[in-house]
């Protein structure tokens, strides 16, 4: 069901690298792709600072969510917030006009992609093992959105093994330090880990699956 929403979504104007170049030559002069350096940075702080928001959010209002919206409440709810918040601030990594609503509709896509197969996974073991299985394939639904968006499947074997590791590495490094940090401070450090890893990843991803697009251009 993911795989066809995204196959419909990659469909639409301007999302596609076909598109962009002409998306960009018909914008000011100005615009440009992101560099691989500003790609991680900027990936790195905005989607960190989204994340600690998210995290403080949920953590804080969890028993409401649980309550409320059931045991996939808390999820359902990150998921969301994460689209919003990040949506916006990554969306500066892609290059050309009209970027913003175009992002968000692909990361809509890609995120509760990612959400739904690290959900999934986490749910039918609820343990480490779980949350392993999760990143992996959370990871694999992700780089497939992005590859499928840009038409660049030959840079799956390098966004698949980037994304898992990002993502892996800030989640269970916020992970150890909520266990030795409880509370609300040990719940930022968790969404501040989490975060800037991944971001880190998802500013690599931007970039790579732009690299052909920058090719062209410079010709």
Known sequence: MCCLEAHRTMNLPGLTSNSLPQRIESAAAATRLPTLKQSLCYGSVGFGLASIAVFVIVGCGRPWMYRYLGALGPYLVATVLFIVLAGGILSRLVAGPGRLLHFYLLFGVAFFSYAAGWVIAYLALRNLLGELLGSIAGSCLLALVLAAAFKVGNSLPKLIPVLFLASSVGYFLGRLLHVAI??????????????LGFGAGLGYALFLVQEPVGRRLER
């Open 182 to 195: 409880s509370g609300t401070v040990g719940m930022i450090l968790f969404g501040a880990a989490y975060g």
